[in-house]
């Protein structure tokens, strides 16, 4: 049964929401965010027939987390972005509560999207499918239906498919809480995308020597780097650490060997993934020249996200900017795309004590930042990042309270790669070594100061606006 469409509202939600989007002052102008509404998850990352495509979770409808559809841009260059029409809605009863997170495949040549049909029932009690659609000549998507139910074991908790083929076989990770309120990854396999198979839990609360892992692992996301494999996946309910694992659900990986025959994933301890305010359910993509690109979610549900000021002009949310993955000694790096330097505009320069560099407009921003001793950097106000001997802190008044919040980084700091764009500030340290991605909303003009005694090499450039076409 299909369900009324709601096409029409849809239509004027973006008519009416998009102009006052625009004019808000903390619109991104080269990151990706919702044109009105509520976006939250990447989703269906992919390389497919020499475009890129990134699907994305957006209640077109409002600033809340209500009504969940699959936005779609694609690109040929992963800086110029257009709309593609909306792939997804909750239209269908196994998807009536929202069609969320997963990923897409290229299926003996058409683009397939896996996702998670949610159904919540009167009772509080919930059920999810996993399901499948399948790219027709329109750029639409029809549905297929679902392909897995809720598998035995688990509590309705168990989505956000992520899909690869290996050797001639489909993999699938999910997103599980099992019986006992615990957080899982599932592992399942199958010959054509239809019928599968489960191969066991692979990571989670009790896996692996793992304690205190949460009660629901969301957004999964297994793939081979550098010799090793990665588990990226967003445990919830995991304990906060000293300074680590601060926001209210983290994002984080696991680094180890992965054996397709066993279907068991030797890993090592939770790392956080970005140890700034905002970073939640990341996806990855393998691009044709074999770099694993990441985007993230630059939200995180719950917590502070809907006193957000963007809401007053109707939408919510961006996502991070692209990054390339490498391992090195067992840790994850992250760094911007190098298609990103394509925004810059003239090159600039300026080297001498850190208390007299000049300020900068932030609004869009490269800062690269060479240092040898203690730094701060004030950001418009909102947002103040000092650097000392043990590492980074980053502090912003909370929105709920005013009262400031902080956020850390451990480690010697030799070099900073600063991203700004009206809202948004990522902070690549020593090259990729940790990353810390926050949102803040300045007053007034984005403008960042600098103070401290360090002796600074800094390069900046000014980035061209980028608005998805
Ligand atoms: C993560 C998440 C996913 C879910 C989606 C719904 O942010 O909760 O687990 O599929 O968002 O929008």
């Not at 999207?113 to 009690?125: E, W």
């Not at 949310?317 to 003239?346: D, F, S, V, W």
Request: a negative charge; glycine letters at 10%; charged letters at 20%.
């Amino acid at each position: 049964m299909t369900l009324a469409s709601r096409l029409p509202a849809i239509l004027q939600a973006v008519m009416k929401g998009l102009p006052k989007a625009l004019q808000d002052t903390h619109y991104p102008q080269w990151h990706h965010a919702p044109v009105t509404g509520l976006m939250n998850d990447p989703n269906g990352f992919t390389w497919f027939a020499g475009r890129w495509h990134l699907f994305y979770q957006w209640n077109p409808l409002a600033a809340d987390h209500k009504y969940k559809c699959w936005g779609h841009w694609s690109s040929a260059d992963l800086v110029q972005w257009r709309h593609e029409p909306l792939a997804l809605m909750p239209d269908e009863d196994y998807d009536r509560n929202g069609c969320y997170s997963g990923s897409a495949v290229d299926n003996a040549g058409r683009l397939t999207l896996c996702y998670t049909g949610n159904v919540k029932f009167d009772d509080g009690s919930r059920t999810a499918w996993q399901c499948l659609a399948v790219e027709n000549s329109d750029g639409g998507f029809d549905k297929v239906g679902p392909v897995l139910p809720l598998p035995a074991g688990y509590s309705g908790h168990v989505r956000d498919p992520k899909v690869w083929q290996h050797e001639g076989v489909w993999y699938m990770v999910l997103g599980a809480q099992d019986l006992h309120k615990q957080g899982k990854v599932l592992l399942f396999s199958s010959a054509n995308l239809h019928d599968w198979e489960s191969r066991g839990e692979i990571a989670g609360h009790g896996v692996n020597g793992l304690t205190d892992a949460g009660y629901m692992w969301e957004c999964p996301d297994l793939f081979p780097l550098d010799g090793k494999h990665l588990l990226l996946c967003c445990p919830q309910g995991l304990a906060r650490r000293a300074e680590r694992f601060l926001n209210v659900y983290p994002a984080a990986y696991l680094v180890g060997d992965f054996d397709y025959a066993s279907a068991k994933f030797n890993h090592g301890e939770l790392n956080e993934l970005d140890a700034g305010f905002e970073f939640y359910a990341p996806q990855t993509a393998l691009a044709p020249d074999g770099r694993r690109l990441l985007v993230g979610w630059m939200g995180v549900p719950d917590g502070e996200e809907m006193l957000q000021p963007t809401r007053e002009h109707g939408w919510i949310h961006q996502m991070t900017c692209l990054r390339e993955l490498t391992l090195k000694n067992g840790k994850l790096y992250q760094q911007p795309i190098a298609e990103l330097a394509q925004l810059r505009e003239a090159e600039q320069r300026w080297q001498g004590e850190a208390s007299l560099a000049p300020g900068l407009e932030a609004k869009r921003l490269e800062l690269q930042i060479e240092l040898s001793g203690e730094l701060g950097i004030h950001f418009g106000g909102g947002l103040t990042l000092e650097v000392t001997g043990q590492g980074i802190t980053l502090q912003r008044p909370g929105l709920a309270t005013g009262e400031p919040l902080y956020r850390y980084w451990h480690g010697k700091v030799s070099s900073l790669q600063i991203l700004c764009d009206s809202s948004s500030v990522e902070i690549f340290i020593n090259h990729g070594e940790g990353v810390m991605s926050s949102r803040y909303f300045p007053q007034s003009s984005e403008r960042l100061s600098f103070n401290g005694e360090s002796e600074v090499t800094l390069r900046y450039w000014s980035l061209r606006s980028c608005m998805i076409e």
